[in-house]
């Protein structure tokens, strides 16, 4: 067997490991809580040693960090999906009530939002600023993309339409904290309105015009989704 072929063999394993702790890690944080999961934990199910988790992840930290990245990469999956398959899905009204749905029909996804204001801040610091900055990059060139069809309003600058509509779209998050699944789709259809009478510009353009910009979106979400990857090199499913 060559050298490289044995490296890609070495890569290809390495890779399937670190998803299988991922899934592990999920499922144990998913039924137990951030609090109640160790790396000991993970470890066991995975029925491997403890330090080769550490192979992958320095710390516990880390480790639910990436978790939580790659539950969020799922949601925005689920996104450019149904960008594809409809193109309205692009206006923002459409983009709003489809992520809501992604993030709020994932309880592991929900929970990690909706817990304790000082989790995400662990898990963010542990991480870096990358996934914050290209979230909030990928938010801005979006917001532009709307702005040059005219389907924002022109009364607000691109900061303070994008700082508003993260401000609502949050509220809207945590204040579903707990409602059953069934009053999520009442939930999201009532964030669409909200979302289309503050911040959308008049009636939506002709079809013939969203096709080429829901393509714009889905490189966004693209490229988002691709420079997401955990350290471990596990892609996006």
């Known amino acids: 067997m060559s050298a490289s072929t044995e490296r890609v063999r070495d890569a290809r394993g390495r890779a399937e490991r ?11 944080l998913a ?3 951030y609090r109640r999961v160790t790396i000991d934990d993970v470890a066991a199910g995975a029925n491997i040693g403890k330090g080769t988790v550490y192979l992958h992840w320095k710390t516990r930290e880390q480790l639910f960090g990436a ?14 999906q149904a960008l594809r398959q409809d193109p309205r899905g692009c206006l923002l009204h459409r983009f709003a009530r489809a992520y809501f749905l992604a993030i709020t029909r994932r309880p592991l996804l ?23 900055g290209r979230h909030r990059a990928m938010a801005r060139d979006y917001f532009r993309l709307l702005t040059e069809h005219g389907l924002l309003r ?34 999201a259809d009532l964030l669409a309105r909200t979302v289309q009478r503050a ?9 013939g015009t969203l096709p080429g910009l829901a393509d714009s979106v889905v490189a966004l979400l693209s490229d988002l989704i691709d420079d997401g990857r955990d350290e471990s090199g596990v892609p996006p499913a």
Not at 75 to 80: G, I, K, N, T
Not at 110 to 131: E, N, Q, T, V
């Open 18 to 28: 670190a998803r299988l702790i991922l899934d592990v890690a999920a499922d144990l």
């Open 31 to 33: 039924r137990h809580g």
């Open 67 to 80: 978790v939580f990245e790659r539950e969020v990469r799922y949601a925005l999956d689920e996104l450019r």
């Open 110 to 132: 929900r929970g990690f939002l909706l817990a304790d204001p000082g989790l995400l801040g662990k898990l963010a610091a542990s991480r870096g600023a990358a996934l914050d």
């Open 154 to 187: 022109d009364d607000m600058d691109a900061d303070e339409l994008g700082y508003a509509y993260q401000a609502t779209f949050e509220g809207f998050l945590r204040a579903d904290d707990g409602v059953p699944a069934e009053g999520l789709e009442r939930r």
């Open 199 to 207: 911040f959308e510009n008049g009636p939506a353009p002709g079809d």
